[in-house]
């Protein structure tokens, strides 16, 4: 299916399949790029691993993202798995409106030149190795290059049913 081919108007199915979705309770993660293309991030639900033998991470950008052809071009993106206390950095990666959103927080360069969240609750810095486009989005295969997983005792934030939901250990 093409960009073109997809209708503007949500089908009733196209409707029923984003509610069913929005029960499907996903980590909230900032992935980010820096390359050639510049520097850019966005929050995104759709991450899930692949296989641990490489490491490699799938990640879907809806290509209509300002900056999904950054990360193309950059080849480069590192998966920032957040935790409660980042819900408004959540919010102000989810909607560009011309700020400096890295200017908040405290953010170094990983190995591929992505940046890396300095308190994420575990940062996945990879290497773009493959992509497919599938209806409005974009698929990545990333492989891991390094994985830096925070001291102590980590807290999840997850989007489910429309709302942000912490994650606490017992």
Same mark, same amino acid.
């Given at each position: 299916?093409?960009?073109?081919?997809? #209708?503007?108007?949500?089908?009733?199915?196209?409707?029923?399949?984003?509610?069913?979705?929005?029960?499907?309770? =996903? =980590?909230?993660?900032? +992935?980010?790029?820096?390359?050639?293309?510049?520097?850019?991030?966005?929050?995104? #639900? =759709?991450?899930?691993?692949?296989?641990?033998?490489?490491?490699?991470? !799938?990640?879907?950008?809806?290509?209509?993202?300002?900056?999904?052809?950054?990360?193309?071009?950059?080849?480069?993106?590192?998966?920032?798995?957040?935790?409660?206390?980042?819900?408004? !950095?959540? *919010?102000?990666?989810?909607?560009?409106?011309?700020?400096?959103?890295? =200017?908040?927080?405290?953010?170094? *360069?990983?190995?591929?030149?992505?940046?890396?969240?300095?308190?994420?609750?575990?940062?996945?810095?990879?290497?773009?190795?493959?992509?497919?486009?599938?209806?409005?989005?974009?698929?990545?295969?990333?492989?891991?290059?390094?994985?830096?997983?925070?001291?102590?005792?980590?807290?999840?934030? +997850?989007?489910?049913? *429309?709302?942000?939901?912490?994650?606490?250990?017992?």
């Amino acid at each position: 299916m093409t960009q073109d081919a997809i #209708s503007p108007t949500p089908t009733p199915e196209a409707l029923a399949f984003r509610n069913g979705m929005s029960r499907l309770g =996903a =980590a909230v993660n900032i +992935v980010t790029t820096d390359g050639p293309a510049g520097r850019h991030g966005l929050t995104v #639900s =759709a991450v899930c691993s692949v296989t641990d033998q490489p490491p490699t991470l !799938l990640v879907c950008i809806n290509r209509k993202a300002f900056s999904h052809d950054a990360f193309v071009k950059n080849g480069a993106i590192c998966v920032n798995v957040l935790s409660p206390a980042h819900q408004d !950095l959540s *919010r102000a990666f989810a909607r560009w409106t011309g700020e400096d959103r890295f =200017a908040t927080t405290d953010w170094h *360069r990983g190995t591929t030149g992505a940046p890396v969240l300095g308190d994420a609750a575990v940062a996945f810095d990879c290497r773009i190795v493959d992509q497919q486009s599938r209806g409005t989005h974009t698929v990545f295969f990333c492989e891991v290059i390094t994985t830096d997983v925070a001291q102590g005792q980590a807290n999840g934030l +997850v989007w489910f049913d *429309r709302a942000f939901h912490p994650l606490e250990p017992h």
